[in-house]
């Protein structure tokens, strides 16, 4: 009979691991790349966004919590990397405790869209998530089409830099939000393909504060060559190495570098980023989700907190904080994204967690929803010598910049 990983189940598989050829003995094309193939799956269930803080041996707890052999778990990440199937593999940062940060809302018009669009995404290194938007109806804010994330480094002023931008895209507003709290962060499309309306956990959502953390040079060379992406080829076991090389430090000065900056909460989670919104040829032609939507409620002031932890209870959710729209957004104060390949289905969370607000006393007095169309994310640049050189590169003073 044919034989060979995608033809095994996941246990079989597992339980002969050692009998499979090398994987550099073994022609590229035979390791499955798709997220439907269960080894794939599995591991993916651990290592989009479960792998939280800083962990010295990432793909060897990833191989632990899904029970894929660690040498398994290195070939299948490195085979979906090289596809495209996953984006990109990296140590993300808590980055709203590392920069002032911001959703911002562009009011650019029609014709000016898409090069706006553009610009954001390529020539503006501080610009991370750039998505279009829509919604099913005329509400308050739905002529704002053009959404981004936004960090600017410590020192430098968030709104100097996106007026600098409004005036380079050709915006006629824009709106910054600034989260004030953070109830839910983190991904894992494949994990929650099977959650249901409705779903959550048994206890509220904890909030997590936007304290911004000072960082020595010592510390700021660690993290910056903690957060860099890796490339296919340097996906190995013993992963840390050649980073603290990188950053002039021993091995064990780099894990405790890391690990006081786990402590001290800027440390996110080690992921394996899936291209979730384009189709891709190592994923059989698919994408890994159709529909991208921002929730928006508002609730009474002084509701906010309980309003984003009862949110942040369901699984559905893949981010959730606390926002303030302003009258441009009908006050909105409390929001969140939820991910889909079913329109209805993503629509089915939105009404479970309405009424769930309301179970709990939370009234809702407007809520909307905006969907995503066009999107690129990137990880946003969060260093002070980024930024300075970011200023010199496009004719700006640095210092007139600064907050």
């Not at 809520?367 to 640049?381: L, Q, Y």
Request: charged share 25%; with cysteine.
């Amino acid at each position: 009979m044919a034989w060979g990983p995608h033809t095994h189940s996941a246990h079989h598989h597992y339980a002969h691991a050692n009998v499979f050829t090398p994987a550099s003995l073994q022609p590229v094309n035979t390791v499955p790349t798709h997220v439907e193939d269960p080894t794939n799956a599995a591991i993916l269930a651990i290592s989009e966004d479960r792998l939280g803080g800083f962990v010295r041996d990432p793909f060897g707890t990833i191989a632990e919590r899904s029970g894929v052999p660690v040498e398994i778990v290195l070939e299948r990440i490195g085979a979906m990397l090289r596809a495209g199937t996953i984006r990109r593999v990296r140590q993300t940062l808590m980055a709203t405790n590392l920069a002032d940060g911001a959703l911002v809302a562009w009011q650019v018009p029609q014709e000016r869209l898409d090069d706006a669009f553009d610009f954001l995404f390529r020539d503006d290194p501080f610009s991370g998530h750039v998505v279009i938007r829509t919604t099913d109806a005329a509400t308050p804010g739905s002529t704002y089409r053009l959404w981004t994330t936004l960090k600017v480094p410590q020192g430098f002023s968030i709104e100097k830099h996106a007026e600098f931008l409004r005036g380079k895209i050709g915006a006629d507003h824009f709106r910054l939000m600034p989260a004030k709290c953070l109830f839910v962060l983190g991904v894992g499309h494949v994990r929650r393909r099977t959650v249901q309306p409705g779903e959550r956990a048994e206890g509220p959502a904890e909030p997590r504060d936007t304290k911004i953390v000072n960082l020595n040079a010592r510390e700021w060379r660690v993290l910056t060559a903690l957060k860099r992406e890796f490339a296919p080829d340097e996906l190995v076991r013993d992963l840390w190495r050649p980073r603290a090389a990188e950053a002039s430090v021993s091995l064990e000065d780099f894990f405790a570098a890391a690990q006081s900056l786990h402590d001290r909460g800027v440390i996110g989670r080690f992921s394996t980023f899936l291209e979730h919104v384009k189709a891709t040829a190592g994923n059989l032609g698919n994408s890994v989700t159709r529909y991208n939507a921002l929730f928006h409620w508002a609730v009474p002031p002084g509701r906010e907190l309980d309003a984003g932890r009862e949110v942040g209870r369901h699984y559905c959710m893949t981010h959730a904080y606390w926002r303030e729209g302003g009258p441009e957004f009908h006050n909105v104060n409390v929001m969140g994204v939820v991910h889909g390949t079913d329109k209805a289905l993503v629509l089915a969370h939105k009404d479970a967690i309405d009424a769930h607000l309301a179970e709990a006393g939370i009234t809702v007095g407007y809520t909307n929803v905006f969907w995503g169309g066009r999107s690129e994310i990137k990880p946003s640049e969060i260093s002070p010598l980024a930024y300075e050189e970011f200023c010199r590169s496009s004719g700006l003073d640095s210092e007139s910049m600064r907050a």
